[in-house]
């Protein structure tokens, strides 16, 4: 499990911001806190407990209140901001910095951005982005795919035909987000999101047929980059003296990075077709999601039908 920090470039890349200090070098900055600060108490003076690791953002709020002050006062404002030596600065909706600010920043080495964007809705963004960029992360073997919304993780031993099965799932219509390497990132304590790692993202695998490319072969509605873990099914050999739940009246889980998932073991036997079960288990947690449960319905029937013929 590892957390690295986020390239600067990578964020105007991403948010699509423009640079107003090009002189400044970017080529090893990082973020390493998912989180950003709107400086209106730093700009009224007050440096105490001053989030400087993370990214700095200009709203219309902070941008009028500069324009208030006297132009001396606004400068020792400025250095005093600037020599935090903070990530970077962003000026929402187009807002244009003051040049003796731009000149200032160049000399302290801090990058100026300004994004077209409202205030409320560029930070809801960057902090999205880079909650799950920055979230704890492990890589796993499995296959995830999206089935009707729903994000199943299949996992099971090597060659127990996980592959064949997403293969299966992605002409049904379904989509793939990543095949034979799983990265899980821990967005929150109850979400978990999975992705590919970029060298092997659309690709599958087939044993004597080789390397597939899914985008290419089944469209770009076949693939997707990320998907939240709601399902985890275990693939596993089919043996005689082992019992498998027949009803599921009592869900069974999983954990990954303190997370629990819900998880079914499915017995592989010839003529089983993987991917028409996976599209139950996937349908059938959806129902579950939504308050009915088929095993407990049985259940109930079962229990009033004793009943009549008791009374």
């Known amino acids: 499990m590892g957390q690295q920090g986020i390239k600067l470039r990578e964020i105007v890349e991403k948010m699509n911001l423009k640079n107003m200090t090009p002189e400044v070098d970017m080529t090893e900055r990082e973020v390493n806190v998912p989180d950003i ?36 006062k606004k400068m020792k404002m400025y250095d005093k901001l600037l020599s935090h030596q903070i990530p970077c600065v962003i000026f929402c909706r187009n807002l244009p910095p003051e040049e003796e600010l731009l000149q200032k920043a160049v000399e302290n080495q801090v990058p100026i951005f300004t994004t077209p964007k409202q205030t409320s809705d560029f930070m809801a963004e960057i902090i999205r982005w880079m909650n799950v960029k920055l979230a704890p992360c492990i890589s796993i073997h499995g296959v995830l795919v999206d089935v009707y919304g729903v994000g199943v993780l299949i996992m099971g031993e090597s060659g127990i035909g996980k592959s064949e099965a997403a293969l299966e799932l992605i002409k049904r219509g379904h989509r793939l987000v990543t ?105 059938n947690h959806r129902q579950k999601q939504m308050g009915y449960n088929a095993a407990q319905e049985l259940y109930k029937r079962v229990q009033e039908n004793l009943a009549k013929r008791n009374s």
């Not at 993370?54 to 002050?69: A, C, D, K, N, S």
Request: proline residues 4%; charged residues 30%; hydrophobic residues 35%.
């Open 37 to 72: 600060n709107r400086p209106a108490l730093q700009l009224a003076g007050y440096f105490d407990h001053f989030d400087s690791d993370r990214v700095q953002i200009i709203g219309y709020v902070e941008y009028t209140y500069l324009q208030t002050l006297p132009q001396d």
């Open 179 to 283: 095949d034979d390497v799983v990265e899980i990132r821990k967005v929150s304590d109850e979400t978990l999101v999975g992705s590919a790692p970029d060298i092997t993202r659309h690709f599958i695998e087939l044993r004597g047929i080789g390397i597939v490319d899914v985008r290419s072969m089944f469209g770009v509605q076949s693939v997707r980059e990320t998907q939240n873990i709601d399902l985890v099914i275990t693939l596993e050999e089919w043996s005689r003296d082992k019992e498998y739940d027949r009803l599921g009246l009592e869900e069974e889980y999983t954990e990954f990075l303190g997370n629990k998932v819900v998880c079914h073991r499915i017995p592989i036997r010839p003529g089983r077709n993987l991917a028409i079960i996976t599209e139950s288990a996937a349908v």
